[in-house]
């Protein structure tokens, strides 16, 4: 099937600044793509030409196999979504999400029907003649996500949308804009720095930096295997350790930190030798802990060290451990908080993971 929108290539310049560099993508029809990154990355610039409020400096965009950079912003078959959401105060919740079905010329009952329909769909019937400071932070987001929904477009378009929101109405927000898309079963575009958003609604997340995609894959994927280290940095959490590689066998790699560990990973970059700089990331929850050496016998990486700290935090509470040889704490997550309760500040723990959960990357590369 053609995916509903193809970016060829897309390159955009201010001035010196490279602010998009050759960026290319397929969104698949219906599915949720999220474009995640830093700010300043370029993301807003990729929706901007997608819109159709920029002019791409090179490249082409592709709205279901045909190209719209000669077709005006209003005539894409695109819809943006703000952060803010510009509602109209002045006018009822129907009226605003009438408002594109008007502009358009429908009949009057006609878009009485439509926004009807939409309402029943964003969950909220009924409410069209209430007014916009009557609706909560929530309501009003759906209200906005209707009013683009009604004129049917074949990509939404969503800039950060969720950033004006208090944390928990964010929370709740990021389940219910997925269900609202399986709703209205339409393709979403949606760029945000934050990756929780990212990975909770997205079936495909490009993580954007300085103006080009480092990959392109599902939340799994990112999160399993980063392509790069600037991922790996920038999704989920990570111990990483810079130093020298010290040996190379096959498909592992042997790493002397700068904090003077010897630490076993997967040599994810081929082009790593023996005396190159590079970065090693293992994720706190691939960490074990045990209270002998004997207990991790099987695995590559084994240290010793003192319990630090002790941070509780319901599911996924930690520790951080000091390894007797360096400066550092390594963050390792407990598999139940109930193992918590044997551990102490000062404890004396084991600590092991296998080379396979190390993810190393040349250092700088990214
Ligand atoms: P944020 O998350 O902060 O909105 P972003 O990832 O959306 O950031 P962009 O707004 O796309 O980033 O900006 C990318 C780069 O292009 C930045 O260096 C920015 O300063 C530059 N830029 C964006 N718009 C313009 C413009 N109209 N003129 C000149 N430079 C621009």
């Not at 819109?51 to 078959?77: C, Q, Y």
């Not at 819809?79 to 002045?90: D, W």
Request: hydrophobic share 40%.
């Amino acid at each position: 099937m053609t995916p509903d929108l193809e970016c060829l290539t897309l390159t955009k310049r201010f001035g010196d600044t490279l602010a998009v560099d050759e960026v290319s993508f397929d969104v698949p029809r219906g599915s949720f793509f999220s474009i995640l990154g830093p700010s300043g990355c370029g993301k807003t610039t990729v929706m901007r030409m997608i819109a159709g409020f920029l002019e791409p400096t090179s490249g082409d965009i592709r709205i279901r196999g045909r190209s719209v950079l000669d077709t005006p912003p209003n005539k894409r078959p695109v819809n943006m979504v703000f952060q803010h959401l510009a509602l109209f105060p002045m006018m009822n919740i129907a009226d605003n999400i009438g408002y594109g079905l008007r502009r358009a010329g429908l009949p009057r009952d006609q878009i009485a029907r439509k926004v009807d329909e939409a309402l029943d769909r964003i969950g909220l019937p009924g409410i069209g003649q209430r007014k916009v400071d009557e609706l909560s932070g929530g309501q009003k987001q759906r209200v906005a996500i209707a009013r683009c929904m009604v004129l049917e477009p074949e990509v939404l378009l969503l800039d950060e949308p969720l950033g004006a929101l208090d944390l928990k109405l964010r929370e709740r927000m990021k389940v219910e804009l997925k269900s609202l898309q399986a709703a209205f079963d339409t393709t979403f575009v949606y760029i945000t720095h934050d990756q929780s958003e990212a990975l909770v609604m997205s079936d495909h997340i490009a993580v954007m930096n300085e103006g080009r995609f480092e990959q392109v894959g599902s939340g799994q994927d990112l999160y399993y295997r980063p392509a790069t280290a600037f991922v790996a940095g920038f999704v989920g959490d990570s111990n990483r350790w810079p130093g020298q590689v010290e040996r190379v066998e096959g498909d592992a790699l042997i790493l002397r930190t700068d904090s003077g560990l010897i630490l076993r990973g997967d040599r994810h970059d081929r082009a790593l030798s023996p005396g190159d700089r590079a970065e090693i990331f293992v994720r706190p929850e691939a960490i074990r802990i045990a209270p002998s050496a004997e207990d991790l016998a099987g695995f590559d990486n084994r240290l010793s060290g003192t319990v630090t700290s002790l941070l509780f935090n319901g599911a996924d509470s930690r520790i951080l451990v000091k390894d007797a040889g360096s400066t550092e704490e390594i963050a390792v997550n407990l598999p139940q908080s109930g193992e918590f309760a044997h551990l102490a500040r000062g404890a004396q723990v084991h600590i092991g993971w296998a080379a396979a959960q190390g993810n190393c990357f040349a250092a700088g590369a990214a």
